[in-house]
């Protein structure tokens, strides 16, 4: 397995041993659904009790990994981002705390396993829903509240065509 393929299933397998629900989204979720793309980060969105947050963060070693435990429950409080760095390959993952509005939970139960670089079932959005939730990932990003409409979309890829008018 790669360096990319091993950083993500070392990631999956850490939320899961906390018990942490999770999806993929942003440019390598995308990669399910249209070609390759070239993306030093993976962006995941997590559901996780303060608990489960902080089994989560034991389980880092500082040896190999970046991560502020600070800023991570600051983003468990404000429902934001925060991230963990590879110090080895450089790759970085944001992990976005799931927001309580209505479609983004809905936009959450609706993932679906998938395979990504031979990485077996990190959950992902489904195809209905992944230009909208991209679009709240960049946002949260840019740290400024997403658009309300549905019709949300990453024009980048024709595998991203709107399907039907808002």
């Not at 299933?9 to 979720?29: D, E, F, P, R, Y």
């Not at 590879?86 to 679906?112: A, M, Q």
């Not at 946002?139 to 024009?155: D, E, K, Y």
Request: with cysteine.
């Amino acid at each position: 397995m790669e360096g990319h393929a091993a950083f993500l299933a070392k990631i999956v397998t850490l939320l899961n041993g906390a018990g942490i629900q999770h999806m993929l989204c942003g440019s390598v979720a995308s990669m399910a659904y249209s070609g390759p793309r070239n993306t030093n980060d993976v962006d995941i969105v997590i559901r996780a009790t303060l608990q489960q947050l902080n089994a989560f963060l034991s389980t880092i070693d500082d040896d190999l990994y970046y991560i502020s435990p600070e800023a991570a429950h600051e983003a468990f409080k404000a429902q934001s981002m925060f991230n963990l760095i590879d110090f080895n390959s450089g790759w970085k993952v944001d992990l976005i705390f799931l927001k309580s509005r209505e479609f983004e939970v809905e936009e959450f139960e609706r993932r679906v396993p998938g395979n990504v670089w031979g990485v077996e079932s990190p959950p992902f959005h489904g195809r209905a829903s992944r230009t909208r939730l991209k679009g709240v990932c960049v946002a949260r990003r840019n740290r400024v509240n997403p658009p309300s409409s549905a019709t949300f979309l990453m024009v980048d890829s024709p595998a991203c065509a709107p399907s039907a008018g808002p």
